[in-house]
């Protein structure tokens, strides 16, 4: 990694722990505790989600792929609920993805299948190159600036979900990407950003929706130069993508 790469993320980090304090402080941050290392859950979350299920776009997606972390529980239950196709990404991808589909779940079990145990238990895994186009994309942040630069707990899995799903075509430049955040995790000051970044386009929060500035910035597909061994070797799938791509991987 050059100099410049690593001061970027050193800054970046530096951001991550500052907002984790200032949530702690604060007392917005709520169960699982302590948030550190974590998309933290938050006072108000569910304000904020209410909000982003009254969009446009989430009334209008066919299908959602919602992240697996506590403070955007509740959209992922509301997308059940509304009859929604939703995906779920397995825990840092080990498993690939879940599909849920609300016509093949119980509505007594919505709830529950909403949790990643209930997701495994309703959900079927899918390979990425057989899941339906994705209308809209929810993802969590630990902080988010008003350009849409976000940050997630600094491992790249959000990052790389999205590339995935853009290798086959499941994505675009176009698809919408949502967060849900506490207002004090969106930042005034600008978040310095990398290559695989992918931007949010709303931001929405207990109090408000923040349409952001952009310029947006959006993976073509994986960025394979800037992944490691141990990822690829964590993460099985990304190996036999590999293979169907023709990309030589150590």
Not at 193 to 203: A, F, K, Y
């Given at each position: 990694?050059?100099t410049?790469?690593?001061?970027v993320k050193?800054a ?5 722990q500052a ?13 699982p505790?302590p948030?550190?290392g ?11 989600a209410y909000?982003?299920?009254q ?6 997606a066919?299908?959602?792929?919602v992240c697996?972390d ?11 609920r509304?009859?929604?196709v939703l995906?779920?990404?397995?825990p840092?991808?080990r498993?690939g993805f879940?599909?849920?589909d ?5 509505s ?10 209930g ?6 895994k899918?390979?990425p190159w057989?899941?339906p186009?994705?209308?809209l994309?929810?993802?969590g942040?630990?902080?988010?600036d ?16 999205y590339?995935?799903l853009?290798e ?8 919408p990407i949502?967060t ?5 995790q969106?930042?005034?000051n600008s978040i310095p950003?990398?290559?695989w ?5 709303i ?6 929706a923040?349409?952001c500035?952009g310029?947006k ?6 960025l394979?130069?800037?992944?490691s061994?141990?990822k690829?070797?964590e993460?099985?799938?990304l190996?036999k993508i ?6 030589k991987?150590?």
């Amino acid at each position: 990694m050059g100099t410049s790469a690593r001061k970027v993320k050193e800054a970046r980090n530096r951001v991550r722990q500052a907002t984790w304090d200032k949530l702690m402080k604060t007392g917005v941050a709520r169960f699982p505790l302590p948030v550190y290392g974590r998309i933290p859950n938050f006072a108000g979350a569910e304000k904020a989600a209410y909000r982003l299920t009254q969009s446009r776009e989430f009334i209008n997606a066919r299908v959602i792929k919602v992240c697996p972390d506590s403070p955007q529980r509740i959209i992922r239950l509301e997308a059940l609920r509304q009859g929604k196709v939703l995906i779920m990404p397995t825990p840092r991808i080990r498993e690939g993805f879940l599909l849920l589909d609300p016509h093949r779940v119980p509505s007594s079990a919505y709830s529950y299948a909403s949790t990643i145990r209930g997701a495994f238990r309703y959900g079927v895994k899918v390979k990425p190159w057989d899941l339906p186009d994705v209308d809209l994309i929810v993802t969590g942040s630990v902080a988010v600036d008003l350009t849409g630069t976000r940050l997630g707990k600094g491992e790249g899995y959000s990052e790389l979900e999205y590339a995935i799903l853009r290798e086959f075509n499941k994505v675009n430049d176009d698809t919408p990407i949502f967060t849900t955040v506490h207002d004090l995790q969106v930042l005034s000051n600008s978040i310095p950003r990398l290559p695989w970044d992918v931007t949010v386009d709303i931001i929405f929060t207990p109090s408000r929706a923040i349409k952001c500035s952009g310029p947006k910035q959006r993976t073509k597909g994986i960025l394979w130069s800037y992944l490691s061994e141990n990822k690829i070797r964590e993460i099985p799938l990304l190996r036999k993508i590999a293979e169907r791509k023709g990309v030589k991987i150590a």
